[in-house]
């Protein structure tokens, strides 16, 4: 982007006639100096989201390019110096990068957040995509790291990814075993025993809790 200055320089004359047009601008511009300079972009996207309130839509963003053209290990240097309030929104952002490189690592840094009960954005889907991908190359793994996550339906999530993969990998049977094994909450087990049958309806899941 040539000048972002003179954008930023007509965002603060509109400010306080068009508030609604000010922060449209400011977006894209923070988005447009992002694709130009990462870094500096996702700076400007801290510092608007701590003065202004923008939406955290425009900080995953600028973290996302961030983390993709810095790499994980730079961009999490980055990411860990934020205060408690922006580190989770900025690494659901790294955590869909980093997987695609390193699907332990991500993993490991998505259950340091959620054993400490910190609100992830999109954690659900983060977490199911983390477990499909850590499934697909270490099935092991991942099925350890999901069975060790804290009690809930995010545990849930991870899970059904490993269940499949043993419905498929042996049968039905052995996805009810694994089910017993994982010592489930009651309800943990009813949902993943619910969606066993759900996706092959003749499975017998009784014997589990």
Do not use: C
């Amino acid at each position: 982007m040539e000048d972002p200055a003179r954008g930023f320089e007509l965002v603060d004359r509109l400010r306080g006639g068009d508030p609604h047009l000010s922060n449209r601008l400011e977006s894209d511009l923070i988005l447009a100096v992002s694709a130009d300079d990462p870094r500096e972009g996702f700076l400007m996207s801290v510092d608007r989201y701590r003065h202004d309130g923008t939406s955290k839509y425009f900080l995953r963003e600028t973290a996302r390019v961030f983390s993709e053209n810095l790499g994980p290990d730079a961009s999490a240097e980055a990411f860990v110096n934020l205060d408690t309030e922006l580190q989770p929104i900025a690494f659901s952002s790294w955590i869909g990068v980093a997987a695609r490189q390193n699907v332990e690592w991500a993993g490991r840094t998505l259950g340091a957040f959620l054993e400490s009960d910190t609100q992830i954005p999109e954690s659900a889907s983060l977490t199911g995509m983390v477990a499909n991908r850590w499934v697909a190359i270490d099935p092991s793994g991942a099925e350890n790291w999901a069975a060790s996550l804290p009690p809930g339906s995010l545990r849930e999530e991870a899970l059904k990814p490993v269940l499949m993969h043993v419905v498929a990998m042996e049968s039905t049977e052995s996805g009810v075993a694994a089910i017993r094994r994982w010592q489930l909450t009651p309800q943990e087990a009813e949902n993943l025993s619910h969606h066993l049958r759900r996706v092959f309806p003749a499975t017998d899941t009784t014997d589990t809790p």
